[in-house]
């Protein structure tokens, strides 16, 4: 079975400050690894996915995950926050099978003060 | 054109009714899925269509029944509503049906149960 646990429902930075959510996973099979983001009233997005290779992850919008086996967490940063990153976060993971069965956690809402 | 389009955005109703709510996907995947999100925030896989076949089908009422007449639909249509049916419902894609497949999603039908 897989799960995710996202630490911190809210989070709030200043504009120009760091972003860091964090992301802890559990799976019994290698892991493929995602976060989403979902704007006011919008469906979710993906900012960036980890499957396989280079453990650190770029993704839009300036964001960027690192993987982390070792600590079975993949947390998302970014280095300076802007108002416009306002939204709802989620991290989800997948993995093994043939079917895709995405496993959210339970999202970090992130408020961006001017 | 918008990829993943749901019909309604909003849907209110009386307990005991039945309703359907469509998705179109423009984006020529295969795969298709149905989720619930709670008024917690929380996302839960209900079903999933890869070329018009079952493949997920979750620990979801059977008042909730999919359908997909092409690969490019999946509706989903909800017998006897209940007051715990609230929720924000979205339709997604995916290109296939492997577990690091990126999702596409739709802006979301809210569904209000009176």
């Known amino acids: 079975a897989q799960s995710v646990t996202q630490l911190g429902s809210h989070v709030s930075v200043s504009e120009g400050a760091l972003v860091l959510l964090r992301c802890n996973y559990s799976s019994s099979v290698p892991p493929y690894l995602f976060w989403y983001v979902q704007y006011p009233n919008q469906g979710l997005q993906l900012l960036l996915k980890?499957?396989?290779?280079?453990?650190l992850v770029k993704g839009i919008n300036g964001f960027e995950a690192e993987f982390k086996k070792s600590e079975t967490s993949f947390h998302l940063t970014k280095p300076s926050a802007h108002m416009s990153d306002a939204a709802e976060y989620f991290c989800?993971?997948?993995?093994?099978?043939?079917?895709?069965?995405?496993?959210f956690g339970t999202g970090t809402l992130l408020a961006v003060q001017p | 054109d918008t990829a993943v389009s749901q019909t309604p955005k909003y849907l209110v109703t009386q307990m005991g009714n039945d309703k359907s709510i469509k998705c179109e996907q423009n984006l020529g995947h295969d795969t298709m899925y149905w989720y619930k999100q709670d008024s917690k925030k929380f996302l839960k896989i209900m079903f999933s269509y890869n070329n018009k076949e079952l493949i997920i089908n979750e620990t979801v009422p059977n008042r909730f029944s999919p359908k997909s007449p092409d690969k490019a639909h999946l509706n989903l249509h909800i017998n006897s509503l209940e007051l715990g049916d609230s929720a924000v419902y979205f339709c997604?894609?995916?290109?296939?049906?492997?577990?690091?497949?990126?999702?596409?999603f739709g802006s979301g039908t809210q569904l209000s149960v009176l």
């Open positions: 997604a894609s995916s290109p296939g049906q492997a577990g690091n497949e990126k999702l596409f």
């Open positions: 989800a993971v997948s993995g093994g099978g043939a079917t895709n069965k995405l496993i």
């Open positions: 980890y499957t396989t290779g280079a453990t």
